[in-house]
Every structure is written in structure tokens, then in C-alpha cells.
């Protein structure tokens, strides 16, 4: 999944008794991938970026664990991003290249995010009033980084039987018996008769998420009931697996 936050900038702003404005929160420089696989001992990787504006904008980039107030200068990821900052004309395509700085490895996957924030420039050709409004928006669009240590490679195509499902005191309970990091697009259980969507997103490894099913279980009969689950791929392509409460299977 692609996180994008949109941030307001302003600046020569004068009060007006109306204004109406339209933003289109797209972000319009975009990355050749949906989410990067670093293993523990790649020394880089290059990814490349396209700015799809037709206007030119300056990137800052930077790696971080995802959280909205984190910034460059606080970011403790062992990856980082060269350059740091860079800037792209109208339709440009420039490539950029996450390093290494690992000094330790788990025995389990880690997950960071690759912050791409886009500055656009500044509209002048129109504005003729030093008193004008000018609104400048800036988007930051995160990509799911995972850090995989390379023992792990042996067991990526049975990571995703290492997923079960129980039902127990009014709860769904999502458990993830792997060290990778799982994303689902979503869970769906039925006993034939009733079905019910659950979304878990992303499951740390060795982790659970629970939901609440209170409402829907004096009606469903978990005994005989299937779970159908579709997760999200190192290519971001969506695959399923259809499996019983209480068990585990390879995808179909």
C-alpha cells in the first residue's frame, strides 16, 4: 500500500470574503514499483521516479519507520537515500538508489518507509498582485520498505500457509506464524449462509489482529465455516488462498 499525506503551504495571503478551491491529491510523481524488497545483503538498490506534473518539482527523499512527524533529521532506518533531494522537469524520469547502512540483522523481516515528498513550484506567470493568495501543496507519498534478512529467502513461498484463523469469545483472531511481514487486501469468512469481510492490512511477523464479530456470531456457524484470504505480493499483485477456521493451506 502507498500512504500519501497531503501538507498546505501558505504564503501572500489576503483574507477574502469567499474562495473556492479545488485540489486534486494525487500524487503526480510516481515510483517504478508498489513497495521494495531489501535484502540484508544488497549494498543498494535503484528505483526510479517519473514527474508526471507538467511542471518541475524538487523531491526530498528520505527512509523512516512510517510515522507521520518523522522527518530526515530524525530518522533512525539503516537504509538511506542518494541523492537526498533532487529535482525533476516536466515528464523527467531520474533514478535514485536506496543504500545499506546495516550494522545489525534479526531473524525476522523489518519494515520501513521510503518518504517521497513532492515540492511543486511556485505559480507566478498569473499573479500580478503582490497581494494575491497563493496556495502551494506539497504531497508526501510513502512506500512500503521491507528489510528482509537473506536466510529467510528459502522460506518466502511458505510464508503465506503460516496464516490462521480461530474464532473464539465473539472474535476473529488473524494470527500471522511467520517472520515476514503479511499484507492483506482482505479476509472473507462464510459458513454458506452469511459472510463477512474483514480487513487486517498489514500483520507484523509472529503477530495477531483480532476482530470483533459479536454481532454476526449467534448466526454463523464456525464449525463449518471457510475463510477466503487475499494477500498482496513482493510485486503487488493480489493472490488468494481459501482456507478453514482453524487451519492453514497453500494458495489455490
Known amino acids: 500500500m502507498i500512504k500519501v499525506n497531503l501538507y498546505i503551504v501558505f504564503t501572500r495571503v489576503l483574507i477574502f470574503c469567499f474562495a473556492i478551491i479545488c485540489i486534486d491529491t494525487r500524487a503526480s510523481v510516481v515510483i517504478d514499483r508498489t513497495r521494495i524488497v531489501f535484502y540484508d545483503d544488497q549494498a543498494e538498490q535503484t528505483a526510479f521516479l517519473n ?3 507538467d511542471y518541475p518539482v524538487i523531491i526530498q527523499l528520505w527512509i523512516d519507520d512510517g510515522k507521520i512527524d518523522s522527518n530526515p533529521e530524525n530518522t ?3 537504509l ?3 541523492p537526498p533531494m533532487i529535482k525533476l522537469a516536466a ?3 531520474k533514478n535514485i538508489r536506496v ?3 546495516l550494522e545489525n540483522t534479526n531473524a ?3 519494515l520501513y518507509w521510503l518518504n517521497i515528498y513532492e515540492i511543486p513550484q511556485e505559480y507566478n506567470s498569473e499573479i500580478t498582485d503582490l497581494n494575491s493568495q497563493v496556495i502551494v501543496f506539497t504531497i508526501r507519498t510513502q512506500v512500503k520498505v521491507f528489510v528482509r534478512p537473506r536466510v529467510l529467502h528459502s522460506q518466502e513461498k511458505v510464508r503465506f500457509e503460516k496464516q490462521y484463523f480461530s474464532i473464539a469469545d465473539e472474535a476473529l483472531n488473524v494470527k500471522n506464524d511467520s517472520p515476514f511481514f503479511i499484507v492483506y487486501d ?13 480487513f487486517p492490512e498489514t500483520i507484523a511477523p509472529y503477530s495477531s489482529k483480532e476482530f470483533d464479530i459479536s454481532i454476526h ?3 454463523f456457524n464456525k464449525n463449518i465455516a471457510t475463510v477466503t484470504f487475499d494477500y498482496i505480493d513482493d510485486n503487488g499483485a493480489i493472490n488468494t488462498i481459501i482456507t478453514k477456521v482453524g487451519e492453514s493451506k497453500s494458495p489455490m
Do not use: C, Q
Not at 482482505?186 to 474483514?198: A, K
Open 76 to 78: 533512525t532506518a539503516p
Open 186 to 198: 482482505r479476509v472473507l469468512i462464510s459458513d454458506g449462509s452469511h459472510e463477512f469481510e474483514f
Open 91 to 93: 515528464g523527467e524520469v
Open 108 to 110: 525476522y523481516e523489518e
Open 99 to 101: 543504500m545499506n547502512n
Open 80 to 82: 538511506f537515500v542518494v
Open 217 to 219: 456470531e449467534k448466526a
Open 51 to 53: 514527474n508526471d506534473n
